[in-house]
């Protein structure tokens, strides 16, 4: 198992050469952390999305502060050796004071190395640029942000026009002026992908954007099929631990009550033929 990352190494990871791409998995529980732990993944992200796929809402937006700090110390124990990131929640970052007290919160209560905020807002500039200078690091996300995902008006790719394009990269450069270490780019072309990893010097952590960025991140839900909906069409699931659990289950669930046992529609065990 290799050692663990610092945001050293992986802002310095580009400079490399023939460097190899960075991997990032979602992880919400202390048992699923001691298996990531226990393996060469570079990132753990306790995202919020586990709003979908733990607490059954139907957007990230319910996930509050107190989620993610929950959430977040039952990964922290489970991975102790891994570079953990954690994501601030909506409404968590709603002004420059909030944010900031947020984000400190989470960070240190958590054990994490880096927060994970969504945008390129002159608000979140702000807040980046401030956690950076005392000592807190963030990782930047643009492209699909799911907090916004009202505001934009739906799940979609982003950066199919010129004028989308120049925007996104425009947002990526003034993040990492502000002082980012790395960048999600969730849900982009992937020419605007391959755009914006050629024109900034630090990782870009891509999902659903192509293979043209320096490390990919994946829902661990997704990739293990582990709900009963099909995953999203970017994610091509490894195993369907949906399934296989259920017929585990069933079988399991037979041999309290084999064939012999059965019981009729009175309620009655069946009797025996004379």
Excluded at 13 to 20: D, M, Q, T, V, Y
Excluded at 88 to 112: D, I, M
């Amino acid at each position: 198992m290799q050692k663990s990352l610092t945001t050293k190494h992986i802002r310095h990871h580009k400079k490399e050469k023939n460097h190899r791409n960075l991997s990032m998995l979602t992880c919400y529980d202390f048992q699923t952390a001691q298996l990531l732990n226990d393996t060469d993944l570079d990132m753990i992200l306790v995202g919020d999305s586990l709003g979908n796929v733990v607490l059954g809402f139907d957007s990230t937006i319910p996930v509050s502060l107190d989620n993610m700090i929950l959430f977040g110390q039952a990964v922290r124990k489970g991975a102790p050796e891994k570079f953990l990131v954690l994501d601030l929640p909506f409404g968590s970052t709603n002004s420059y004071e909030v944010g900031l007290e947020n984000a400190c919160k989470l960070f240190q209560q958590t054990g994490a190395q880096a927060v994970k905020l969504e945008g390129a807002y002159a608000d979140n500039l702000k807040i980046i640029k401030r956690l950076t200078e005392i000592g807190v690091a963030v990782m930047g996300h643009i492209g699909l942000t799911p907090q916004s995902v009202h505001q934009l008006g739906g799940y979609y790719t982003h950066g199919k026009t010129q004028h989308e394009h120049n925007e996104l990269l425009n947002q990526a450069k003034l993040l990492e002026a502000a002082g980012i270490f790395s960048l999600v780019l969730e849900c982009v072309q992937k020419d605007v992908a391959k755009s914006i990893t050629e024109n900034i010097s630090i990782p870009t952590i891509g999902i659903g954007s192509g293979e043209h960025v320096d490390g990919q991140v994946l829902v661990i839900n997704d990739l293990f099929h582990q709900g009963k909906n099909d995953p999203p069409k970017f994610c091509t699931p490894v195993a369907n631990f949906y399934e296989l659990k259920k017929n585990y289950l069933l079988q399991y669930l037979t041999s309290l009550n084999p064939p012999s046992k059965s019981i009729n529609p009175e309620g009655l065990h069946a009797a025996p033929l004379s």
